[in-house]
């Protein structure tokens, strides 16, 4: 499985816009980008996926480098109830059982 | 839809003891997983499933094993917990298909075992 690369932890206010990184430079061409969050004390829920195009939903944007060697979660007005592990994932499209490989993430804080 | 539901929410156990942890989902899905979550670190992989009667191993399956004799059901045992088995284990599914569909995680088991 390609590796993604995330800040352990990052910060913002409520109310401003937040981006979160992710670097994946071993990328290949079948990897989908995965978004995933974790509230505290919760199990993990989808955020957003994408393949080459950004991407948009009612929880937030998906902007994939043209080289597709990294991409940024975008959050366009953060609450106090988005603080969470954000973690970023690939997903081959070949591979039967589509298991996720979860790495440390990044840990967002929002001040209120 | 309950979703993905999981028994029981905690447990202590003593070292050696034996319990099944129980994963259900009303989804019809066709893929279900056990993931375990030590403190600090992301989600680990233990076992998976595919379809009713098949499982296969993850990235952490030593001392676990499972069973998938009904599609909505998944089971997790431990037949000798070990403290090193201390974690938070949580169950998944999502309908078979491409890489798009989205994984729905249960809401964890904290698993304590002394």
């Known amino acids: 499985d390609a590796k993604t690369t995330q800040p352990n932890s990052m910060e913002s206010n409520e109310e401003e816009p937040v981006h979160l990184p992710c670097n994946h430079s071993t990328i290949s061409g079948t990897d989908y980008i995965h978004w995933y969050r974790q509230l505290p004390s919760q199990g993990p829920e989808y955020v957003i996926h994408?393949?080459?195009s950004n991407v948009n939903n009612r929880m937030a944007s998906l902007a994939i480098a043209e080289d597709r060697k990294s991409s940024t979660l975008i959050l366009h007005r953060a609450t106090l109830r988005d603080a969470a592990v954000y973690y970023c994932i690939l997903r081959d499209v070949g591979q039967g059982a589509q298991k996720l490989v979860f790495g440390q993430g990044t840990r967002l804080t929002i001040n209120p | 839809n309950a979703g993905v539901t999981q028994t029981p929410k905690f447990r202590v156990l003593k070292t050696g003891q034996s319990m099944t942890l129980l994963c259900a989902q009303d989804?019809?899905?066709?893929?279900m997983y056990w993931y375990r979550q030590d403190p600090g670190m992301g989600l680990r992989l233990i076992h998976y499933?595919?379809?009713?009667?098949?499982?296969a191993k993850g990235e952490v399956p030593d001392g676990y094993n499972v069973s998938r004799l009904k599609k909505q059901n998944f089971l997790l045992g431990l037949e000798s917990a070990a403290p090193s088995q201390t974690s938070v284990y949580f169950c998944?599914?999502?309908?078979?298909?491409?890489?798009?569909?989205?994984?729905?995680f249960g809401p964890g088991t904290r698993l304590t075992v002394l």
């Open positions: 499933s595919v379809g009713e009667g098949t499982t």
């Open positions: 998944a599914s999502r309908i078979a298909g491409g890489p798009s569909n989205e994984q729905f």
């Open positions: 989804m019809n899905h066709e893929y």
């Open positions: 994408g393949l080459t």
